[in-house]
């Protein structure tokens, strides 16, 4: 029998609310908690062992939340990864200080892959996470502003050869919409990736879940499906 996938409430920051964007836009959002830290209690008290916290003020240069994101840690024990803007060692060492478990690399990975075999060297795999944002088989970077010449497939390889054990992986083009993972294309990154991939982008329903589990995906970061209650968590057993 296949083991259930873990499901990972997603925190989005900006402008110091807990958000869902739509395909990723920024100007398009729904504010689900007016704190992000009310947010994080709320899933830390139904059960989460990790969160996955987004600063999206970071990821398209508009600030920062660094004082919210250390409130969370605080909160949660550390027991959340934390991704967006995360593009030199600087801003990675400050966020693995504030104790949180693992920083996720976006856009570096793909500008400054360098980058990611650094921290990959200096902290160990389990405290380094790479995020894939996607519009296949383009990489998406910059927020998800720009394409990032580079293709999915290349960027696996690249990877797996420096030793990431963790792969994000997500569909540029689903999420925050609600409409399902696509499931050809969730086949084809589980091809790509062996290692441990946890996959976003659309996730909506009891469906979806099993689709992770048919098709061996070890988890999915979900934001709007469980805010919304089309997908309910804790996952019935």
């Known amino acids: 029998m296949p083991t259930a996938p873990q499901i990972i409430p997603c925190v989005d920051i900006q402008g110091g609310q807990a958000v869902r964007l739509y395909e990723g836009d920024p100007d398009r959002q729904t504010v689900y908690f007016e704190s992000p830290i009310e947010a994080a209690r709320h899933w830390a008290g139904l059960g989460a062992p990790l969160l996955h916290l987004v600063d999206l003020d970071a990821a398209t240069g508009r600030g920062e939340n660094r004082e919210i994101i250390a409130g969370i840690v605080q909160e949660l024990d550390g027991a959340l990864e934390v ?15 504030l104790g949180v478990l693992r920083v996720v690399i976006g856009t570096a990975a793909v500008k400054t892959p360098e980058l990611v075999r650094r921290l990959l060297e200096a902290h160990g795999p389990e405290r ?8 296949w088989p383009e990489v998406a970077v910059s927020g998800w502003a720009q394409g990032g010449g580079v293709q999915v497939a290349e960027m696996t390889a690249r990877l797996a050869g420096m030793g990431l054990e963790t792969l994000i992986f997500t569909d540029v083009t689903r999420d925050g919409t609600l409409r399902g993972l696509d499931r050809e294309l969730m086949g084809r990154v589980r091809q790509l990736w062996l290692n441990t991939l946890i996959v976003g982008g659309g996730v909506a329903n009891m469906d979806d879940v099993a689709l992770l589990s048919e098709l061996g995906i070890e988890g999915a970061i979900v934001g709007r499906a469980v805010y919304e209650g089309t997908l309910p968590y804790p996952l019935p057993t």
């Not at 996470?129 to 519009?135: C, G, H, I, T």
């Open 83 to 97: 991704g967006g803007g995360v593009r030199d060692q600087a801003r990675a060492e400050t966020l693995l200080a």
């Open 128 to 135: 380094v996470v790479v995020s894939l944002d996607a519009r």
